[in-house]
């Protein structure tokens, strides 16, 4: 049985075999934050304690299992929100401490990643893009269970910049599903900054983007000009998708490796999936399945099934890290 609860998502999911999805409930508090334009860290405490023992049974039902069909117990335990991550991290140590099972804590980011191991099982080395919410990184995985970031954004995250360029059309949180429709109906006629493309890193920064972005529809509105919401759309989309294509190809010459994985939140782009689709030759491409790009319990299971070989478990002393890195994984090694 795998929880996440990091961010908005209460999700608990039943896993076989790291890949195979016997449930995967996932309740979203999308509407209660929308009113707000985000995540509102107290609004989500309280709406993951009154949905995950719901989600707890859900899963068993649809699973069709019961307590004694369980082997271990995993959760997400960082990075996000410190008080919605408790939540996962108290429910997981309860429902392993009651049934005698091993806890895995799993880092987030490493979720995401699994989330590829739905799609066809992981090879090693491994490169991922991880786009999201919080995170805009490319990560080198020489081998199962090691994570290297080697490059990151400096400022805003991909998910981030569409949420918030998003704003600035008139939609609601999260925009970034509503931009990329947009986008597919419009033309990138605005030519926006690609920052950091040609430097030599593998680093990305966002915030010039978005600023360029704000200001050209700020400028717009006080000269009374109206611009073509879907060209804006499609613009701010081929900048974001040119500098996480150009980087990948970048570290793919430098890192030859036997998969590049896509995942996190705005791996559901359509833009994005395209364009590494027809840019990506020299090795295989492995995009996360678009339902599981988002947060859910599945992709935990699926890091878990890794983390529970090598016996990578954790006592109840476990805490929530909401800035949890990748260390842990690496130090627990030696
Ligand atoms: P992190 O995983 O970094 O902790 P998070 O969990 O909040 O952050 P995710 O749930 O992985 O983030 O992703 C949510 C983000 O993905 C939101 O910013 C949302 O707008 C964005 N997103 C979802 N679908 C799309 C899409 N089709 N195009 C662009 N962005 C998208
Ligand atoms: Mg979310
Ligand atoms: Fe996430």
């Not at 006629?189 to 040609?198: D, I």
């Not at 559901?268 to 492995?286: D, H, M």
Request: include cysteine.
């Amino acid at each position: 049985m795998s929880f996440e609860s990091s961010c908005d998502e209460t999700s608990v999911a039943i896993i076989e075999d790291g890949n195979k999805i016997l449930s995967n409930i996932v309740a979203t508090q999308i509407n209660s934050h929308k009113r707000f334009g985000g995540v509102v860290p107290e609004v989500a405490s309280r709406h993951h304690i009154e949905e995950i023992t719901i989600c707890i049974g859900d899963a068993m039902k649809k699973a069709n299992v019961t307590y004694d069909d369980l082997t271990a117990v995993a959760v997400t335990y960082g990075p996000g929100l410190v008080g919605a991550l408790l939540i996962g991290v108290t429910a997981a140590k309860a429902v392993a401490w009651a049934h005698n099972l091993p806890l895995i804590p799993v880092n987030h980011i490493a979720g995401h990643i699994s989330a590829a191991a739905f799609v066809k099982p992981i090879e090693y080395p491994a490169l991922a893009l991880v786009v999201s919410g919080g995170h805009t990184e490319l990560v080198l995985m020489p081998e199962e269970g090691e994570f290297k970031i080697i490059g990151e954004t400096r400022d805003d995250a991909a998910g981030e910049a569409y949420d918030k360029v998003g704003r600035v059309l008139g939609l609601s949180y999260p925009a970034g599903p509503v931009v990329d429709e947009m986008a597919a109906d419009g033309k990138d006629t605005f030519n926006f900054p690609r920052a950091m493309e040609k430097d030599d890193n593998y680093d990305f920064s966002f915030s010039g983007l978005k600023s360029a972005f704000i200001n050209t529809v700020h400028h717009a509105d006080q000269v009374n000009e109206t611009l073509d919401k879907n060209d804006l759309a499609a613009s701010f989309q081929s900048a974001v998708v040119d500098v996480l294509v150009d980087k990948t190809l970048k570290a793919l010459k430098e890192f030859p490796v036997k998969q590049l994985i896509l995942a996190g939140g705005v791996a559901a782009n359509k833009g994005l999936r395209n364009a590494l689709e027809n840019s990506i030759k020299q090795t295989e491409l492995v995009k996360a399945p678009i339902k599981l790009c988002g947060d859910n319990a599945a992709m935990i299971g699926a890091a878990a099934y890794v983390l529970n070989k090598k016996h990578k478990y954790a006592g109840t002393e476990l805490n929530a890290d909401p800035s949890l890195e990748f260390d842990w994984l690496e130090d627990a090694e030696k």
